[in-house]
């Protein structure tokens, strides 16, 4: 099975600094190969391989500093992830769906990025993950990985947090679920969860208040000037409430789902 461990980072100031570069600089190089394959196509019809993005990239490294600093696996990464991009539009206008066009993407819309490479790059010794070009960030790994280490991905949220996540294998094969034991579960609003035993799960009332906290805060964010300083501090305001009700109802949720 494939699943996924998310720890917070701590990093310092000249981490926080070499972190974001990375970010610009990822965004940057997806943009400019999304230009470069939408470019082909429309001139020629052409579809430009990652193999051919990677040579490229390969040679640009050696004349941009920046392009330099990252570490190359990181790189090659945001290549995959627009030949991904576009083999997924590609597929939907096959299938008939809506295409959904790869998009470029505007500062603060890549948040992201990953060593794809288990152990190459990074490595975690002790209470520190260290990266390639970046150095020992302090990282709370408040449990045990179990399983193979697939990827790491370092992603900033809308806060400024920064949280490491690892794609790990386990040998573990899924469990089956015997038909005769099996019980459905319903999501609803007057409670959280309704069995079909009959058995029912309220919304804690920690949630409901901090449900409260984030729609006045709303209210307040509403009133303020759109880009004004006041208007961007309340904004990081409730994007901190978002990230503490995000955090209370996953809690809830994983207590939930090993009481059933």
Aim: charged share 30%; net charge positive; glycine share 6%.
């Amino acid at each position: 099975m494939r699943s996924a461990y998310k720890f917070r980072l701590y990093p310092t100031r000249a981490q926080i600094k070499k972190l974001e570069d990375t970010l610009e600089t990822c965004r940057q190089l997806y943009n400019d190969a999304l230009a470069a394959k939408k470019e082909a196509w429309e001139d020629d019809r052409y579809n430009l391989t990652y193999y051919e993005m990677a040579r490229q990239l390969s040679a640009n490294r050696k004349k941009n500093q920046a392009l330099g600093a990252v570490y190359a696996h990181v790189l090659q990464d945001v290549l995959r992830r627009v030949d991904k991009a576009f083999q997924n539009f590609f597929r939907r206008v096959k299938n008939g769906e809506k295409p959904g066009y790869p998009r470029f993407k505007g500062k603060g819309w890549y948040k992201s990025f990953t060593y794809p490479d288990a152990g190459i790059g990074y490595k975690i010794e002790g209470s520190k993950l260290i990266l390639s070009g970046i150095g020992a960030i302090r990282i709370f790994k408040h449990r045990e990985i179990e399983g193979k280490i697939k990827t790491c991905t370092i992603k900033r949220d809308s806060t400024g947090a920064w949280y490491a996540i690892f794609s790990v294998d386990t040998e573990e094969e899924p469990p089956r679920v015997d038909p005769r034991t099996a019980v459905g579960v319903d999501v609803g609003l007057k409670n959280a969860v309704t069995l079909s035993t009959g058995e029912t799960f309220s919304y804690p009332r920690y949630l409901i208040q901090m449900e409260k906290k984030l729609a006045a805060a709303q209210r307040r964010l509403s009133r303020k000037i759109k880009g004004s300083k006041n208007w961007i501090k309340q904004k990081l305001k409730v994007a901190r409430i978002h990230r503490k009700i995000r955090n209370l109802r996953d809690e809830f949720l994983h207590q939930i789902s090993k009481k059933i």
